[in-house]
């Protein structure tokens, strides 16, 4: 990859953080309250659902069907996801990597998150390195949709040429192609032009 990288956006879950248990754990809340099986673990897509599209997507597909979906979105918004943090671990080599690119690029989280994403941040100490963090609660338009990586480069005053995104998921992936930004795969098990399975492999292609 070339130079003139101005900022490096990245997704959150399963990026900065292994966050599968804390989501799964958060839905599985819901379920109990009205009543709902818990999900199936085997159940692979919906387990890709639950890890990487906003709350509303998901909520729609776990409850489809359901007649009382404003009761499901009104307990789901009254939940503190920060009990949950402790369920979250941070990604190996990510501080060691954001210490690397500090002050050389911009960094930025693009996430399908509506609420949690600053105290997230504050509570594992990153909250220093992001300076801009876009949440699903900030667009109309959510990942896959290309808005939210728009609104990053709208942010920064850049061209889409100007930033790479970091994300694990096809819907990290259509977000940036959509607006025109190179995208890498993190350990993503789909296919990508660029790929990287720690997050120092990144140092080397800045």
């Known amino acids: 990859m070339n130079n003139g990288i101005k900022a490096v956006i990245y997704d959150c879950d399963g990026v900065l953080f ?23 673990r085997a159940d692979h897509e919906t387990m890709r659902i639950l890890h990487t599209y906003s709350n509303k997507v998901v909520l729609d597909h776990i409850f ?17 996801y920060r009990k949950l943090f402790p369920l979250m671990v941070m990604e190996d080599g990510l501080r060691e990597t954001l210490d690397a690119l500090k002050g050389r690029v911009e960094l930025a989280v693009c996430t399908n ?27 109309k338009n959510p990942k896959p949709h290309p808005e939210p990586v728009f609104k990053v ?22 977000a940036a192609q959509g607006a025109g930004v190179r ?7 789909f296919p990508a032009p660029l790929r990287i399975e720690k997050h120092q492999d990144l140092l080397s292609l800045l």
């Not at 309250?33 to 999900?39: A, C, N």
């Not at 009382?68 to 307990?75: L, T």
């Not at 480069?153 to 259509?174: K, Q, W």
């Open 153 to 174: 480069l709208e942010h920064y005053g850049i061209e889409p040429g100007e930033a790479i995104f970091i994300g694990d998921s096809v819907v990290d992936r259509e």
């Open 64 to 80: 489809a069907g359901e007649e009382r979906m404003d009761e499901v979105r009104a307990f789901s918004a009254s939940l503190d």
């Open 113 to 139: 998150r509506s609420s949690s994403m600053e105290a997230l941040l504050a509570t594992f100490g990153l909250d220093g390195y992001f300076s801009c963090v876009m949440t699903a609660a900030r667009v």
């Open 183 to 189: 995208f890498v795969s993190y350990r993503g098990d």
């Open 18 to 40: 292994d966050s599968f248990e804390a989501n799964y754990a958060f839905y599985h809340l819901i379920l109990e309250r009205f009543g709902r099986p818990p999900l199936d």
